[in-house]
């Protein structure tokens, strides 16, 4: 495999994204932008990895964000009820094994899941150019069907924005200043030839850090994340628009005033 260094860049963009940390059981919160554990997890289905299967060299892949399109957040209010009219199982377990019900008896269950909506990102992802371009054609024939951080969140549109190499490709923050601005047309409205967007690196002399690097997808371990360390920036990026046109000078309403 060449080790020459490459950069992968995907478009994350659909009508829903949630890309969650720790946060479980009723209360499943999205973070404001994709998470490495996300990401890896749709690098590896697409690879058609199995959840005990390693993730060591996905996980080495140096990650950046670019905000195209912050979207906003959606809470989706669940109501879980057991069709017979049955109680709820509890957490607890009998001598046997088997669930509790509750007691008092509890019919209906509440829980709450939150989504980033019309949200667009740029990924730029960075590793060695025999496993930058094998992942590249994994996600233009995935293994399995891909997902914005959650199932029921398909992207809508084709992940893959290139690859690049050489100068391009030497550092995370060059990488994501390559492609044009890719929010949606009601978004880039009104526009000069370019903007100024968020981005969060990867990067060993950041001063933030995220804990969101998945150590294993296997359930029976229990999986678990560690922490790397970050930065955020901002990154100005061509719109693909022309500059508007400059405001004629020959006019000046003083003149018949001599």
């Known amino acids: 495999m060449t080790l020459t260094p490459a950069v992968l860049l995907l478009r994350l963009a659909g009508p829903l994204q949630s890309w969650?940390?720790?946060?479980?059981?009723?209360?499943?919160?999205?973070?404001?932008?994709p998470t490495k554990s996300g990401v890896t997890g749709l690098l590896a289905a697409a690879c058609g990895r199995r959840r005990d299967e390693p993730i060591t060299d996905l996980v080495g892949l140096r990650m950046g964000?670019?905000?195209?399109?912050?979207?906003?957040?959606l809470r989706d209010y669940h109501t879980v009820s057991d069709h017979r009219g049955r109680p709820l199982p509890s957490s607890q377990v009998n001598a046997t094994g088997r669930q509790k019900p509750t007691s008092p008896a509890k019919y209906t269950h509440v829980t709450h899941r939150y989504y980033l909506q019309?949200?667009?990102f740029v990924?730029?992802?960075?590793?060695?150019?025999?496993l930058i371009e094998g992942l590249g054609q994994a996600l233009r024939n995935p293994a399995f069907p891909l997902a914005l951080g959650r199932r029921s969140c398909p992207p809508s549109r084709p992940l893959p924005l290139g690859i690049r190499?050489?100068?391009?490709a030497r550092d995370l923050e060059t990488a994501l200043r390559t492609p044009h601005w890719q929010a949606a047309d009601h978004q880039r409205r009104a526009t000069g030839p370019d903007v100024?967007?968020?981005a969060t690196l990867e990067d060993p002399d950041g001063d933030d850090t995220a804990t969101d690097v998945p150590l294993s997808f296997?359930?029976?371990?229990?999986g678990g994340l560690t922490t790397r360390i970050i930065r955020h920036t901002w990154l100005t990026v061509p719109t693909g628009q022309p500059a508007a046109p400059t405001p004629a000078t020959d006019h000046d309403p003083f003149?018949?005033?001599?």
Do not use: K
């Open 165 to 168: 190499y050489g100068d391009d």
């Open 196 to 198: 100024r967007l968020a």
């Open 65 to 73: 964000v670019r905000v195209d399109q912050p979207g906003s957040l």
């Open 123 to 130: 990924v730029a992802l960075q590793g060695p150019q025999g």
């Open 118 to 120: 019309d949200a667009v």
């Open 20 to 33: 969650g940390g720790s946060s479980e059981y009723n209360r499943r919160e999205t973070r404001s932008q």
């Open 255 to 258: 003149a018949l005033l001599g």
């Open 218 to 222: 296997d359930l029976r371990t229990g």
